[in-house]
Structure formats: structure tokens, C-alpha cells
């Protein structure tokens, strides 16, 4: 196949096309590089193997346009571009939206207008369901834990956007579903939890789990927003890619299906229990502070992955402990 992926040269971006590289597959890769480490994740790339690297930018429609009908054959989109962090969004909510909801638009449009018919694989995430901070809630001492959805938000919850980044996402999310609906388009919807893996320079705002790690291997404070009780289902690199390839596989069962796609109830973390598996597993000295909370944090989110299981005979096969272990070697490198 040949497979065109935006935001290629980012983490998620560069696994998918060292997998598909590896798979024997053709690889395009669309990436403006204007992310720490993406230039870094581009070279890595460059010493796999072989690929087409574009650089541009998704909210250049004519650029996306020319991408889709220089390529005809192209027979799978993975979108990846985006901008990734809620507190970015505050800072500047126009430059959120023009990425995430009109670039989504722009990459849907080229592809409607192709004359290819490729599946169109869409990140988008959790945040779609907001803050849920109407549900009830248990506090533990190291965790909160959802009391009437022990097995996790599923997909029909109601959608509440929250932020600006949730509703740019939101919007994105909503737009790829219906292109299935109107046009016919084989769009597929991914719900993201908390992906982690090598390859991911993880920031404060954005990739907590990296973020934590490279902190104290620098002997950097770490600052908590909130009580540390915050728990995210965490989903490793490969498994999330395993899902992508699922999908694509049985694109006749999943086109215009939505899809929470994280670790599920199995493989749930709170940033206390990642610092103390920093302590008592990888033998990392963190430091932490706390701080208040941040605008639209979700005290708890777990996804409900029964439609993925269900629908594509899919699961996490890395635990927290296997990935935190593999993401904390690559750190060690850098």
C-alpha cells in the first residue's frame, strides 16, 4: 500500500511509518517540523530506510490538494497533525482551531476531492467528553476511581467540549465522522487516551508520562497541577498502531465507526503511581512540587475499549510497568 501520514515526524507520526516502512509498505510523510524533536524523529526516519518526506503545514489547502493528486494511489491517510496541548489552545485558541479543525477540514476535502477513495484513519481524543466532572467519583489514597463507569467512558457518552483544544479536536472528530456519512468516505475515528512510547520528547502541557521520565533524568522539579490522584488509562506506542493496522485491515467492519482506543481499565495510572514506580523501578530521583489545577483536567478518565476488542479482536499487550521500562531506556540515550 502506498500510506500518506501527517504529522509524520512527530512521535506518534514517525512509529507509524517506521511500521509500515518495516512492513514493506510505501510511506509519505507530511510534517511542518515545528515541534521539539521533529527534526530529531525525521533523521532517526531518514536512517530506516526509504520514504517521501514533504515538509509543509495542513492548514496549506493547495499544498494537501497537490499532496492527494500527485499521489493517486494513495490508499491509506493516517492524520496525525495537530496541535496537542489544552493550555497552548488557551494561549492562542485561533492558531488551535486553524490547525486542528480547519487543517482536519482541508485534509478531508483533498481527499474528497481525489480521485482515490483511501481509508482515512483520524486521531482524536478523550477530550471530546470534557472535564466529567459530574460523575461521581471515589478518592483513594494514591488514585481517583470512576464509581459508575468502572469499565470506562464509552464511545456514546455525551460529547462536551471543553477547552479550546477540545472543541477544535471536537469539531475535527465530528467532521471526519460525517464525511462518512455524506460523502461515503472510509473514515475511521480514534479516540486517544494517553499514548507513551519511544520517540516521544514529552513537554509539560503535552506527554506527561515522557515529560516525568526526562525530568528527573535531568535532575529537573516536576510540577503536579492538582493532587497527583489524576489517572489517565495509559496505551503504549505499539499497541495504539496494532489498532490503526486492525482497523485498516477490516476497514468493511470499521469505516465511519468511532473507537476509544487507551489502555482500558487494565492498565490505568495516576502521576503518583508514576513517580513511584520512578523511585522503586527505574531507581530515578523525582522531585516534585504541586500546583493548582488546570482549566478542563479530568480528574479521571479511563476509556471503554470493549468496541475496539470487540470490533477488531484487539487489546493492550504492554502493561504500564513493560512500556514505562521501554519508554525510560530510549530516555537514557538521549
Given amino acids: 500500500m502506498k500510506i500518506f501520514i501527517t504529522g509524520g515526524a512527530g512521535f506518534i507520526g514517525c512509529n507509524c511509518a517506521k511500521h509500515f516502512m518495516e512492513a514493506g509498505h510505501e510511506v509519505i510523510v507530511l510534517d511542518n517540523l515545528s515541534r521539539p524533536g521533529s527534526n530529531l524523529n525525521l533523521e532517526w526516519l531518514q536512517s530506516l530506510g526509504q520514504f517521501q518526506f514533504i515538509k509543509g503545514d495542513i492548514r496549506n489547502f493547495n499544498l494537501i490538494e497537490k499532496c492527494l493528486g500527485d499521489n493517486k494511489d494513495i490508499e491509506v491517510v493516517i492524520h496525525l497533525a495537530a496541535q496537542t496541548a489544552v493550555t497552548a489552545s488557551i494561549i492562542n485558541p485561533r492558531k488551535d482551531f486553524e490547525i486542528n479543525a480547519l487543517g482536519t477540514l482541508n485534509l478531508l476535502e483533498a481527499v474528497r476531492l481525489s480521485e482515490s477513495d483511501p481509508v482515512v484513519i483520524y486521531a482524536s481524543t478523550n477530550k471530546v467528553y470534557g472535564s466529567l466532572e459530574n460523575l461521581r467519583i471515589r478518592r483513594n489514597a494514591a488514585k481517583y476511581e470512576l464509581i459508575d463507569y468502572p469499565n470506562g467512558i464509552p464511545e456514546n457518552f455525551p460529547l462536551d467540549f471543553h477547552s479550546p483544544y477540545g472543541c477544535s479536536k471536537g469539531a475535527a472528530d465530528q467532521y471526519v465522522r460525517d464525511y462518512h456519512r ?19 520528547y514529552g513537554v509539560e502541557d503535552q506527554g506527561w508520562v515522557a515529560w516525568f521520565i526526562l525530568s528527573a533524568l535531568d535532575g529537573k522539579m516536576i510540577t503536579i497541577y492538582g493532587d497527583g490522584r489524576q489517572v489517565r488509562d495509559v496505551l503504549y506506542i505499539e499497541d495504539l498502531i496494532n489498532a490503526f493496522s486492525k482497523a485498516i485491515d477490516r476497514i ?18 495516576s502521576l503518583l503511581e508514576l513517580v513511584e514506580i520512578m523511585k522503586s523501578v527505574l531507581n530515578l530521583k523525582a522531585r516534585y512540587e504541586f500546583d493548582s489545577w488546570r482549566e478542563g483536567d479530568q480528574k479521571v478518565y479511563i476509556s471503554d475499549i470493549s468496541r475496539c476488542t470487540t470490533g477488531f479482536s484487539w487489546e493492550p499487550t504492554f502493561s504500564p510497568l513493560d512500556g514505562i521500562k521501554l519508554l525510560h531506556s530510549w530516555c537514557s540515550k538521549l
Wanted: glycine share 18%.
Fill in 182 to 200: 455524506i460523502y461515503g468516505m472510509r473514515t475511521v475515528v480514534f479516540r486517544q487516551s494517553c499514548i507513551y512510547g519511544p520517540r516521544q
Fill in 252 to 269: 468493511h467492519f470499521a469505516k465511519g465507526g468511532v473507537y476509544n482506543v487507551g489502555g482500558g481499565h487494565n492498565n490505568q495510572l
